[in-house]
């Protein structure tokens, strides 16, 4: 290959080859570039060539040389450009991933463009038949297997490279949490149980090498506090990963890493992290079966979420509390006797892995189920729990009710079932209360029938009852035996088999008499002790005094070689003391000298660093808005899409990361593959299950049918021959009894000759206590009704007294509304009667103005006819030919000269004039519309006086001068130049006159 003096001019030439499709010598060349010594100090063409290198690596699915080339780019840029390489190894992942989900797009094209052929049998090739004949695999196997699995092998493959890059660097640790993270959503996406076993086994190693490793430069530091909790975050993830996937080993070696690294902290857990821990703890235990550890998981996290959880509500409060009393009372009931040595009663675990689990609970002992139902009191649990559920705890554990236990319980366990959260208690709480009932039965019955146990157990059927019967015997949990001849059970066991005490933490009323026999010995031996000891006091003492002699004999014999050993050892321990502390000092000192080399080293690649990312953060800013509004946009698509029922299935196991990661194509994409798959599914369906139903039960059957009549045939002769030997047997049993039969109905008749005197004592005594205790009743019983009848004539007392308080209240209520409304007819008429005072006084006064305006008008009239009486008598006086004529228009003086009508005189009135009675304005209803004849419009007639001017105007000019002094000022007068209406100042234009109706001119 070439040698390139500068990385971009490979970068060049890898293009170039890439062009001509040479990808493979493209690769080599960005390789020789990244592998050479003389490119070892970082810049920005290194980074361009190693997105080069990864496209290629993934173009041509070589995981080997991205590993390679990734491990040559943290060598070049991990003191100097830790952003460059985190930018590096996101798109190398981002990549891969895009490439499994193009790989899973053509493979449903595919397998829709299959499942669109009509025959598949038409449809065969020879090809196809050869693999049919040499595989079972389906075409959909053998598809997956083409297009789909290499790039998941990839990408899985790009996880475990990453990891191994990125681990114990502290500069890299969020993206190496990120990553792990990442890596168990594959695991989970693609159902890769092995692979993440695998990937727990690698973080696993890991951790422990950062344990062990934390000198080395750029080191994680567990005791960092932000340090540890990345790692706790990633370990809960995989917690939940574990339990999703249903992995319960790999869910508890997770739960084991997360209480090691909460170990390793100096400060105290969260709380929220701790609750968490515990609730995923109790879920691995019930999955387990250890019930035990189980409850006091539950125990715990209702411990902290009580005392640091400040939004605890009531609803909370009840489920938890529900759910501690259900895990506490389904723990197994075992027997504690010495012939239960040998079995261990946490299912057969041992004893260093119990003292694992409790601390994996914070306990220092093994619990028990004792000290669980104890503390369910002590911690006052039982007020918080659900009501329906409180009575469950006194039936199984205070109350002793053989008869009624299973029909009181049985409603408990059917409101239980119906709780999707508490179903999973019904089967342990069942087998708890038939352990209860059989305990309870035992103390009362000598034998029961297994009819009359299965009434009383209404929750199981008769297999499910002999099965549990059985198991019981078997594990020693109550002492009977099962008489099949008489289909009952008998309750203890024979009286010469030792079986030392055995504790019951349950409700007890007696020992079984098979027990209380087997004492008697031991009883004997402690007595007759104790006789021995009154007798001779002295014989303990002596013998006490001999062995202190001689202890004290051999101590003397030994002390002085004892003591010159000891003072050897001290020599040997104060002189290796001096040693290690030397090497101590030592050590120190060399590590303080490497330690100030390694700072001075990393604060220099710091400042460096610091510079780097600055003019890099400048880039990023501006690129993040670009891509911010881009996403936005996806974003809102994608919540539109959310809306709908299609987009709810096609979008319901994206993740967060995986919707942010989507742009606007993708996710239109998804919708509509989404739903073309629907479509193609329901084709799907209708066509295959028309056939494949039918063809696979009559298969079934035909192969049931033989050989269930073998098995029959085979059980029928095994249970004959059975049944003779057995009979054969008891046969030669009865016959050796037989000679005992007069010794036992001796020791019978003795025995309960003493239990019935025994029987009539007691009875006599229960007798006398009955009658005690039923007088006592009747005497409370008659002090109660006593209180009560009080307690009635108290109650009626104080409602009488409340309604009559209540009637008064109501009279006076009544009394005060009458009051009320009298007041108001009152002011009503008062207020009717002023009103109508006023009315009065309006009209009068409106009367006198009307009066008044009529004898001012009387005086003008009057005053008006002897003006016009007097110029009368000065015109009549002068004579006609003096007479002035009135003042005609152009157009009439035409008129009159052609011959028309001649000019009427001022004196003659017009047509549609005011008649000259009444007001001299007349009615202003007759005027309307004309503003020279509106008597409002104050305007004058001719210079004689026209009765159609108004009460301002009117009159002639010399009679107005003469009266006013000089030209008018109040309406027009005969001068043809004043001949326009005027208003005057007399009256506002916008006063009405009382008697007009109508709204004022605008």
Known sequence: MPYFLKPESALKRANELIKVEQPSMALEVLHDVLTSRRHRTWSVEHEKIMFKYIDLCIQLQK????????????????????????????????????????????????????????????????ESILLAMVSDEGTLTRTQKVMLTPWVKFLWEAYRTVLDILRNNSKLEVLYQETAQDAFRFCLKFQRKMEFRRLCDLLRQQLMQVQKYQNQPNAINL????????????????????????????????????????????????????????????????????????????????????????????????????????????????????????????????????????????????????????????????????????????????????????????????????????????????????????????????????????????????????????QAAKDHVVQYRINHRNQCINFGTSTLVASGDQTDDGPQLQSLQSEMMRAQLTTLSKRLSNVVQMINPRIEDNARETRRRHVYDRLFSKMEHEHANVLERKQVIETRKEYIEAMKERKEKEKKEKMEINRMKQLEAEEKRLEAEAKQREIDKEMAELEKIKKQAAKDKLETYMSTEVGKVAFAGLTEEEAAALDEKAIDDIQIQQLEKNKRDHQMRLKTNRKKVDYVERAKRLLEIPKLQASLTEHKRTWVENSKQQHADALEVKARLQRMIPYKNSFMETLMAERMEIYNREKAEFDRLYQEQEERKRREEERRREQERLERERFEKERREAEERAEREREERERQEAEERERRAVEEAERKARMEEERAAREARYA??????????????AREREIEERLAEKERERGPASRPTAYLPPSRRSGSAAGGPPPRSV???????????????????????????????????????????????????????RERGGPSERGGGGDWRSSAPRRGPGRDPRERDPRDMRDPPK
Not at 66 to 82: C, E, P, R, Y
Not at 86 to 114: C, F, G, H, N, P
Not at 848 to 861: D, F, G, Y
Not at 942 to 959: F, H, M, P, S
């Open 907 to 961: 004196d003659m009135p017009r047509r549609g004039d005011p008649p000259s009675r009444g007001d001299p304005r007349g009615d202003p209803r007759d005027y309307r519309g004309d503003s020279r004849r509106d008597p409002r419009g104050g305007g004058g007639g001719g210079w004689r006086g026209d009765r159609g001017g108004g009460d301002r105007g009117g009159g002639g000019w010399r009679d107005r001068e």
């Open 848 to 861: 006198e103005q009307e009066a008044e305006r009529e004898r001012v008008a009387a005086k003008q009239r």
């Open 63 to 126: 995981s080997r040389e991205a590993k390679d080339g990734l491990h040559q780019f943290k060598n070049i840029s991990s003191q100097t450009a830790v952003s460059s390489m985190e930018k590096v190894i996101k798109y190398y992942l981002q990549e891969a991933a895009q490439r499994v989900q193009t790989a899973r797009e053509s493979l449903d094209s595919a397998m829709s463009a299959l499942n669109q052929i009509e025959d598949l049998d038409a449809a065969e090739t020879p």
């Open 223 to 470: 005791q960092n506090p932000e340090s540890l909790q990345m790692h706790l975050e990633t370990r809960f993830e995989q917690l939940n990963t574990a339990a999703k996937m249903e992995l319960w080993q790999e869910a508890f070696k997770a739960i084991e890493d997360i209480s090691n690294l909460m170990d390793l902290s100096k400060r105290a857990p969260k709380p929220q992290m701790l609750a968490m821990f515990y609730q995923k703890l109790a879920m691995v235990f019930w999955k387990s079966q250890d019930y035990v550890f189980h409850a006091q998981a539950w125990h715990k996290l209702f411990a902290i979420s009580k005392d640091h959880k400040k939004t605890f509500s009531t609803e909370e409060a009840q489920y938890m509390a529900s759910c501690v009393l259900l895990s506490t009372l389904s723990i197994p009931i075992l027997n504690s006797g010495p012939e239960m040595k040998k079995i261990d009663p946490l299912d057969n675990f041992s004893t260093d892995r119990q003292l694992r689990l409790s601390e994996l609970v914070g306990i220092n002992t093994v619990p028990t189920r004792s000290d669980l139902v104890q503390s369910l009191i002590s911690n006052k649990i039982m007020k918080y729990v659900d009501p329906e559920l409180k009575d469950l705890y006194s039936w199984l554990e205070e109350e002793f009710h053989p008869l009624h236990l299973a029909h009181k319980v049985a409603p408990i366990l059917q409101y239980v079932s119906k709780q999707a959260k508490l179903q999973h208690y019904v089967k342990p709480l069942q087998r708890i209360v038939m352990v209860r009932l059989l305990k309870q039965l035992s103390q009362i019955y000598s034998s029961i029938k297994l009819e009359r146990l299965q009434k009383l157990v209404p929750f199981a059927n008769q297999f499910e009852i002999e099965a549990f019967v059985v």
